[in-house]
């Protein structure tokens, strides 16, 4: 199977803190790795699509400079919440994808819930 | 824009009875379409994916789905729904990038 896992699962921090969030693709390569946001009883937003030593390509409204991306290796991408806000709680999810085209499954991983007080 | 209908956010059927999840999209090009899962406070997992081979897709789980692209539809079923079936489900739809556009979600409901 293709396994994604997620770092921390929950986490709670202060108002203004900064939080980082692994994803990590355990059993295959990751050419391109996705980052979603949950609100509750809502949909997945997609915030930013990653590959693999390049810059991330954020979708429009979501500020770059807060949600901070790295996708360092082909098993491993970051997000950090930069100066956290309660308005920032939510649940993140990320998605990796073996190859770049569009028939590509992208397997998700179980979801990091932040929340900030 | 493209984008993709959820119809009814919340289903309920008996245990036993057969589940019929809606999704339509809107495009003038068939996209390629996915149904996901999602149990409470975990990620997606991927039911079954359409992408322009056989029309009735056959997924995980016993659920299969339709494509009928004269009803822009992409219909999700399962003859019989144990109790283990209640989730949340999600409708989701790419084109010519690797992006998901994911529908609002409909929760399914399975009562004893």
């Known amino acids: 199977g293709a396994v994604v896992s997620q770092h921390p699962s929950r986490v709670i921090c202060k108002s203004g803190t900064s939080v980082k969030i692994e994803c990590r693709s355990l059993d295959f390569q990751a050419t391109t790795m996705f980052w979603y946001r949950q609100f509750p009883k809502q949909s997945l937003m997609l915030m930013a699509t990653s590959n693999e030593g390049s810059k991330a390509t954020y979708e429009q409204g979501v500020e770059k400079d807060k949600f901070l991306i790295n996708h360092a290796s082909l098993t491993l991408s970051t997000l950090t919440v930069t100066s956290a806000h309660p308005e920032d709680s939510s649940f993140y999810i990320c998605?990796?994808?073996?190859?770049?085209?569009?028939?590509?499954?992208?397997?998700f991983g179980p979801g990091t819930r932040l929340t900030v007080l | 824009a493209q984008s993709v209908t959820q119809l009814g956010s919340h289903v309920s059927v008996s245990e036993g009875a057969l589940v019929l999840l809606r999704c339509n999209y809107s495009?003038?090009?068939?996209?390629?379409l996915f149904w996901y899962v999602q149990y409470p406070n975990q990620g997606l997992q991927l039911l079954l994916k359409y992408t322009s081979a056989a029309t009735l897709v056959k997924g995980i789980n016993g659920f299969e789905a339709e494509f009928k692209k004269s009803e822009t539809s992409f219909h999700l079923t399962k003859p019989s729904a144990p109790m283990s079936d209640a989730a949340e489900y999600f409708c989701a739809v790419s084109y010519n990038t690797d992006k998901l556009i994911f529908g609002t979600g409909t929760r399914l409901q399975v009562f004893p």
């Open positions: 998605s990796a994808q073996k190859g770049q085209g569009n028939t590509d499954t992208q397997y």
């Open positions: 495009s003038s090009v068939p996209p390629y």
